[in-house]
């Protein structure tokens, strides 16, 4: 699976993004799909993460109630819709994909397969 990231740019506080991952490869509809993001010198974190039927999904705390994951296996995308962006947020954003060890643990990096190239959102205050 070779996974595109798209979509970051620069927002105001308050603003919205939404990042697309694009995937190749027919067994991409199988994966959990994570995304993750890393800002300058921080470890990179976790975000948040659907599963193959797009009938769960999980965030971190800090983007509860902003952050939207979802998928469209037809298309072979997924999408991370922020929302109320803070300038916390600021950092590139990773998408990934994972096999059953990331559905039952998906905020561990390690679990994942595949990984995008990252993509760079800027949060201005």
């Known amino acids: 699976v070779q996974l595109q990231a798209s979509g970051g740019g620069l927002v105001q506080a308050g603003g919205s993004l939404r990042l697309s991952c694009a995937a190749s490869g027919r067994t991409y509809s199988t994966y959990v799909m994570g995304w993750f993001r890393q800002a300058p010198g921080k470890e990179r974190e976790f975000v948040g993460a659907i599963n193959w039927s797009n009938t769960n999904t999980d965030y971190t705390d800090s983007v509860k109630g902003r952050f939207t994951v979802s998928r469209d296996n037809a298309k072979n995308t997924v999408h991370l819709q922020m929302n109320y962006l803070k300038p916390e947020d600021t950092a590139v954003y990773y998408c990934?994909?994972?096999?059953?060890?990331?559905?039952?643990?998906?905020?561990?990096?390690?679990?994942?397969?595949?990984w995008g190239q990252g993509t760079l959102v800027t949060v201005s205050s």
């Open positions: 990934a994909a994972g096999g059953p060890t990331a559905y039952r643990l998906p905020f561990i990096p390690e679990k994942y397969v595949y």
